[in-house]
């Protein structure tokens, strides 16, 4: 019977280093946001540094392990067997659980779902013992550290108010002093910030973070006796006058340097307060184990006392978690679609908005405007005055795409790391398994809000995001313990039967969603996105939309094809994928129509009618991806409905269309892409063939539809896609003749960088 919990055990290990991959996943957006989304180092120094911060915290973490032990339930009250399942089903559901927020790529608290795990298996199991022994369920109580798990809990609910004002307030207060043109500043005021800043992230990673580490305990308790008043001034004093000596005798970027500073620093308060979330409920059962093996008991009547002692965690087994979570830094592609929301919730530019606007987001909008106008009336008009002077944006550079640009500057990106950090480490040195992700997140979005970046026509979609963020930690905590009480009760009852299928389908899903992940980066690397127009006149535009229209071509050809040949079949699946297709050739689309408004600002005054002739190509692929939409649309509606086939005389004429349509596509394909489009006036000269061709078979469908079809549904399908066809072979040969009227031929002909190469 030993050796079942030797499995369990090496199950385990084996969840806890997945764990700490997806985990890591999943929490790289606490510490890389700030400094990726101000373009302040190479991403390359920000992988580095954040490294060597993860390794360091990581051997900080041990006090906190200690949470996976006693801090949810009290472990007297349960056996070792029940122990045992508890942690089995703990590491199961954080698995699966934070692997589907990953998919998603919603930034979602490690911490939250430790903590309703371990709660929702050891109610559950507690559950069964009241029942199986005929106690009051009142008792319940008795089995739960009531005091210590809603300490918990409300800390974490907490923090997200602490974070969001105290990043608010300090970014307020740093614009107004320094405003957005910090860099003209005299080099006093950027070694002050740099005092502050630098003072604050050390004191409380050094002395509160990290002052539990063994192997710093000596030393670290030398310092923190000294008093934390005199600490923190001589360190203010220290700091800027380093900094001062930085910018005047070297001049050097000290708000590179506290970025920088302030990436180690938070890499390292996240390690220290999150590693226990990925390996501390495997250590607990090592401990566990350790325990029951020497005192010569069965199994179920084994009590876990031992776990209310304080237990130190091996430093070797610290030292290989560390280096599992920077070598998951550096290569997974989840934790970048992750950083990627959180970043673009705080940009302070427009950009195309992820989230949509809901009431509550509409609401809370309003209420702040309301609350803005009432100060406005109460300030004075010299406060207002200098407010306003050191909020005011800088220029925008047109000549950096948008998509280059920080998505905030080094002011805000120090506040934040400054911020975050501290907040983290005093709640580390509290032993209290703060969320880091709550901290980061929040604290990001209180300093956007303080520096304005939420404007009249982005707050909306910001606050929905923000809601929706929100939503989900909420939606983790009940995911989490209902999940994971289910699955103790399984394996309760099931026993090592329960045991082993639940890891075999826990390695299924995570080895699927894996296999999706990569096949859809695949499929956005293979498929080439449409550029936007950068060039500032007409032949310009021409020459580099080349690839878009060869991309569009391409694309229409197959989403066309592809709804003919799922009608032919009744395919199902087909018709949904081609549904996707469409949906994101059309947001692309709408993508481009986003970024009229920077092309036309980038122009020069001679080239204006350049203006003209994107927007009538971009109308053009608009009427182009509607009428695929809505062939697309209709088809999958139809089949999906469980209507009737189409006849095969449909089929068959179709077919023909389809196969005409091809060849005219890849024709028009080749043109573009090779850049010879004097080639145009050939493909024009057989209009009306290609029209003749579809109102044949829109008069063969009038004869049918008098003399023999019976289904009203399958002639308002194939009449709808005929004419839809008519209206997208309208929009091509229109989009043929703009670019065969404007052509030049003295102008370099178009070509891309990468040719595709041919299917």
Partial sequence: MENIYIYMLIALAFLAIADLIVGVSNDAVNFLNSAIG?????????????????????????????????????????????????????????????????????PTSTTVSIVFELLGASVCVATIKI???????????????????????????????????????????????????????????????SGVASTSILYFILIK????????????????????????????????????ILMSAFKLNIYK??????????????????????????IAALNSYEAWSVSGEVAHNFSMEALSAAVPTQPYLLLIAGLVMVLTLWFSSKAKAVVKTSVDLSRQDEMKERFQPNFLSRSIVRFSIATSDGLNMILPKASKRFIDKQFTKPPKDLTVKPDEKPAFDLVRASVNLMVASSLISIATSNKLPLSTTYVTFMVAM?????????????????????????????LTAISAFVTCAIIAYIIYYGGTIAIVA?????????????????????????????????????????????????????????????AINGLATHNLKVLKKNKKNINKLSDEIED?????????????????????????????????????????????????????KLKFSQIKELKEVDDVFSTLFDDIKQIFNSGTL?????????????????????????????????????????????????DLLKATMTLLEEYHNAHDASVEPAKITNPEEEE
């Fill in 38 to 106: 101000s373009k302040a180092v190479s991403f390359r120094t920000i992988m580095i540094v954040a490294s060597l911060g993860v390794t360091v915290g990581a051997f900080s973490s041990s006090g906190m392990m200690e949470v996976a032990r006693k801090g949810i339930f009290n472990p007297g009250e349960f056996m070792f067997d029940e122990i045992m399942i508890i942690f089995m089903a703990v590491m199961i559901t954080d698995i699966l659980l934070l692997d589907f927020f990953n998919s998603l790529g919603l």
């Fill in 131 to 193: 029942f199986s022994s005929n106690e009051s369920i009142l008792n319940i109580s008795n089995y739960i550290n009531n005091d210590k798990a809603i300490e918990i809990i409300f800390g974490i609910l907490l923090s997200v108010v602490v974070a969001f004002t105290v990043g608010a307030v300090v970014q307020f207060v740093s614009r107004l002093l320094l405003s957005f043109k910090f860099e003209q500043k005299p080099s006093i005021f950027g070694a002050m910030f």
């Fill in 209 to 244: 973070g990290i002052k539990d580490a063994t192997y710093l305990h000596g030393s670290i308790q030398n310092i923190t006796s000294i008093e934390p008043i005199i600490l923190l001034g001589s360190g203010f004093v220290f700091f800027t006058l380093i900094s001062l």
């Fill in 257 to 282: 340097i506290i970025i920088v500073v302030g990436t180690f620093a938070l890499a390292v308060a996240f390690a220290g307060n999150d590693l226990v979330n990925f390996i501390g409920v495997p």
């Fill in 446 to 474: 209180g300093s956007s809000l303080a520096d304005r970046a939420w404007g009249s026509e982005s707050a909306v979609y910001r606050v929905a995001g923000v809601i929706n963020v929100i939503a989900g930690w909420f």
């Fill in 502 to 562: 639940l890891l075999a389908f826990a390695v299924i899903v995570i080895a699927k969603s894996y296999k999706n992940f990569r096949k859809q980066a695949q499929e956005l690397k293979a498929e080439d996105s449409l550029k936007k127009a950068e060039s500032s006149s007409i032949q310009g535009v021409i020459v580099e939309s080349a690839h878009n229209i060869a991309n569009v071509i391409k694309r229409g050809n197959k989403i066309y094809s592809g």
């Fill in 592 to 644: 481009l129509k986003d970024n009229i408004y920077y092309f036309i600002k980038n122009l020069e005054d001679t080239s204006v009618s350049a203006s003209n002739f994107y927007l009538n190509i971009l109308r053009h692929l608009q009427d182009m991806t509607q009428s695929l939409e809505y062939i697309s649309n209709t088809s999958y509606k139809h089949v999906h409905n469980n209507h009737k």
């Fill in 678 to 726: 004097e080639d145009i006036g050939a493909i024009l000269n057989k209009k009306a063939k290609f029209f003749n061709l579809v109102n044949e078979k829109i008069e063969k469908q009038v004869e049918r539809t008098r003399t023999e079809e019976s289904s009203p549904k399958n002639t308002t399908l194939y009449f709808g896609i005929l004419i839809e066809t008519k």
